[in-house]
């Protein structure tokens, strides 16, 4: 069996069973991880997506249908699942035996909220900026300082943004302590957002991973990255994008360009889950962060001495926080370059 996965982040997390075989631990011993993941640390290494090759008793697998179930066994205490991104039987040569065609992604702009009324929108705006929540679903869990919106963008349009599905967004909810009532009104207000949520940013694609054509899309698309297909399986790989030409005296000229976000690597950036905090500088130091000039300056909260609101600055369209003013008003007081413009170069 031939499965690409993400957040497989220990042994044993997952099981697959084929019909009505044994259930099967998916960890560094079964499963033959592809490189370049398995010099990374295979299962629970530092790709977050892998490929796997996992050895299957032979009869198993039968002409015909097969019925093939996944089993999340146990949590960390951090995690609430994994996902399955593809999978596929392999012939004793390595060939796939099931086509591409036999398998289609959802489409994320079908998906509607489980509560859609006004009321619930608003209920799920609300919790979302103020709610209560607890570490984990653990017993005697700590209630935490932080909210949701401190952890996500503060409107959530980073769940939007990367198609995060209500299951997951309702799940995630209820891991914090809320009620399905909640989670599900937490969904809907995700839901009803205007924030863009491009068809190529998922959960598992790493934003900003480089690949070709990105470029040519919207401006708005980029951090939805080139996908997870776009790494490389070694280095070596990103020659022919880096000399398209082949090794000469133009593609190595000093006054040339050489346009990064274009060239495929064979590192896998981290996927947007794994860029949020597992706890929050609330949490971590408690009244000393609350009270910061930095949570002061940045959220206008606490009982900092400083005057500055950066979110507010940023967000109410100030000419002096945004590029092309008159003078670089944010990075003045440090910057070494001197500029005028408002773009730090």
Known sequence: MWLQANNLSYDNKASVRINNGAWINL??????????GKSYGGIGGGHNTIKMKLALPEGLVLNGANQISFRFNQSDGV???????RLNFLNAGGTRLMPAS??????????????????????????????????????????????????????????KYFNYSNRSIVERAKYHGLSVTQAEQIASYIRSLTAPAPATARPWNPPYQPGPGQDSKPLVEWAAGAGIDAVLDSDAESLPYIFPNGVNEAALATSSTLNIREIPVAMQFLDWKHWLPII??????????????LNKMYNGQGSGNTAINLRRSLTTGNQTYRLGASTCQVCKPICRIGSTSGICS
């Open 280 to 293: 929050h500088p609330k949490d971590a130091w408690g009244d000393e962060f609350n009270n910061s000039n």
């Open 27 to 36: 960890n560094n011993t079964t499963c033959d991880v592809a490189e370049p």
């Open 79 to 85: 995690t609430i699942g994994y996902r399955i991104i």
């Open 102 to 159: 036999s398998f289609a992604d959802e489409n994320p702009a079908t998906w509607q909220a489980p509560r859609p009324g006004a009321s619930d929108v608003a209920a799920g705006q609300q919790l979302w900026r103020n709610a209560s929540l607890n570490e984990s679903y653990l017993p005697n869990a700590r209630v935490l300082q932080a909210k949701c919106a401190d952890c996500h963008a503060q409107d959530g349009r980073d769940l």
